[in-house]
């Protein structure tokens, strides 16, 4: 570890904090104030909204909400599984790619569906230049939009105050998608494209070009429209790479990460001043830090340690380890990364985790298995940890003995049971899949590693699916027919089955009566409160796994220290 390494992880998060309150008033603005260059934005709003045939002035309920995002969610994922199937009949394919197989067409239409972006394909030896835009691109902007569309209207039910005899609704799902689109990710993405452009990101649609190198030797260079897709990839934590490479290959490393935690932490000023406190943000915003501070200081700390094995060998490991890592990086710029992409369901990576010491590859998976609320998705963190919040607002109650209070609701069996089965169907997801592959022929014979390290490959494979996370410990073939399916029904589960309960308890908490203060009642928009947040995220969610991460990384660690590697 060195002073320069940590003064670039205090940089980092020095800018995200700075950033999050200026990007906060103007997703708050879009969201629930009058609509920023309402000139620009107005006429391409009342456009869209004529094409969907919706009226964007009639509200709706949790169930009607959930309703029009799974339908939309649906015809996006057939359109996309289309477009792969009869890729080499459509234009835009100037390498003459063959058409995407049904298993991996259903797999990588999943996963861009759900804002996981896993990959089991090459993305310049599979995909055509229209399969990555329209396919998959167009995901990147429309799977986000409807994660941070998910979150508003989760924070509205939590936050709103309304008559007892008024429409207990949530918000428009159309508005909440056509502004998330319009308004915040395409505007700042054409700057970020132009941005990574300047910087020497490619961005064209020449057919590959064959090179000759110094040596003599032959090489394909790949050619597209790289810049285009990147911005939208680490602005709405898709993490799908257009390169087999993604994010080691050459880019501009600090601003991407940067654009990953932007929307995310942005989105905890929103909701304090939807709460009309902004206390309550900051809060959720000091549990995130304490988190992501604990996660990247680990993974630093044990990749500056030897590599186990480079034991036997005349290996100088006084750098740490540096398998797996780009040297222009190091460990510091990878394990930050790392962390990042892993807090958030991004999923981009510019190292490789496989290649991770077994405790600086626990993190990245321990992450992904919190519930990646750690700043999280471009808005899936976000619910995910108001999930959290009313857990610790319940518990708090319990301790004091009184029916908890949350932003002056009660929070009764309704939410705390809608609140458990969001907690209970991720790990069920996670470790029912990793059970299955570790016992089937077809699902070990895709293992590059036997031993602890091949179960830690397994676990995070669907860790990584059902978290919507899209990263991998590299180790894993899982471009067969049973790994396809079973990860494409992981994502869309771990996606579809949480954001309905989330969605279930804005709709029970937004027509509830607010009741003052009293001597009774818990703050919380406190450093306690942070605390106890920060808390119940670990016992709850982190010792759910517990047991499978000591067959996995911590095992392989003891065994590592004795000299034996998988």
């Not at 990245?364 to 919190?370: C, D, G, S, V």
């Not at 804005?506 to 003052?516: D, L, R």
Request: charge should be neutral.
């Amino acid at each position: 570890m060195t002073f320069v390494g940590w003064l670039q992880i205090l940089i980092y998060a020095a800018l995200i904090t700075a950033l999050a309150k200026p990007l906060g008033i103007f997703l708050y603005r879009v969201y629930e104030g009058e609509l920023p260059l309402a000139r620009v934005f107005g006429p391409l709003e009342r456009l869209t909204y004529r094409i969907y045939g919706v009226d964007p002035r009639r509200e709706q309920t949790w169930s009607e909400y959930a309703l029009a995002m799974l339908a939309f969610s649906l015809v996006s994922l057939l359109v996309s599984y289309a477009l792969l199937r009869l890729q080499d009949l459509l234009p835009a394919n100037p390498q003459h790619l063959a058409a995407v197989s049904p298993d991996l067409a259903f797999d990588t239409a999943a996963s861009f569906t759900t804002n996981t972006n896993w990959q089991s394909y090459g993305g310049e030896s599979t995909m055509s230049y229209l399969s990555q835009m329209a396919a998959l691109a167009w995901h990147n902007f429309t799977s986000a939009a409807v994660g941070i569309a998910i979150a508003i209207a989760v924070a509205r039910g939590l936050t709103r105050r309304i008559a007892p005899d008024a429409p207990r609704t949530i918000g428009n799902f159309w508005v909440d998608l056509t502004r998330g689109i319009w308004v915040v990710l395409l505007p700042i993405c054409v700057v970020y494209a132009l941005y990574l452009v300047s910087q020497g990101v490619l961005q064209n649609f020449s057919g590959y070009r064959e090179l000759t190198t110094l040596e003599g030797a032959k090489q394909v260079l790949a050619m597209g429209p790289v810049a285009s897709q990147e911005a939208i990839k680490m602005l709405g934590t898709n993490g799908g790479g257009f390169f087999n490479a993604n994010s080691a290959h050459p880019l501009t490393n600090f601003v991407q990460m940067l654009s990953i935690f932007a929307i995310p932490a942005a989105l905890t000023y929103t909701y304090g001043r939807m709460a009309r406190d902004q206390r309550q943000g900051w809060a959720i915003f000091a549990a995130m830090g304490l988190l992501f501070a604990a996660g990247v200081t680990t993974a630093y700390w044990a990749e500056t340690k030897p590599n186990p094995a480079f034991a036997a060998v005349r290996v100088d490991q006084s750098a740490g380890n540096l398998e797996g890592k780009e040297m222009r990086f190091g460990q510091s710029a990878s394990t930050l990364f790392a962390t990042v992409t892993t807090d958030a369901s991004c999923g981009a990576v510019n190292s490789m985790h496989d290649s991770y010491t077994p405790l600086g590859g626990l993190v990245p998976l321990a992450n992904i298995q919190l519930g990646e609320l750690v700043f999280g998705g471009v808005g899936a963190g976000m619910y995910a940890m108001l999930v959290y919040v009313v857990l610790s607002v319940f518990i708090a109650g319990l301790m004091v003995g009184r029916t908890p209070e949350y932003l002056g609701k009660k929070i009764e069996s309704r939410e705390m049971k809608l609140a458990m089965l969001y907690v209970l169907i991720f790990p069920f997801i996670i470790l029912g899949f990793a059970a299955w592959a570790a016992v089937a022929p077809y699902g070990t014979s895709a293992l590059a590693n036997a031993g602890p390290h091949g179960l830690s490959e397994i676990l995070y494979a669907f860790s990584s699916a059902a978290g919507n996370n899209g990263s991998a410990f590299a180790g894993l073939g899982t471009n067969t027919p049973w790994w396809n399916t079973a990860m494409g029904v992981a994502m869309l589960a771990g996606r579809f089955l949480m954001i309905i309960p989330i969605l279930a308890i804005g709709g029970s908490m937004v027509g509830k009566k607010v009741v003052p203060a009293g001597l009774g009642t818990f703050p919380t928009g406190t450093p306690l409160f942070a605390g106890l947040l920060t808390g119940v995220i670990v016992i709850v969610g982190a010792l759910t796994f517990f047991p499978a991460l000591c067959l996995g990384p911590i095992v392989e660690q003891f065994i590592a220290t004795a000299g034996k590697v998988y």
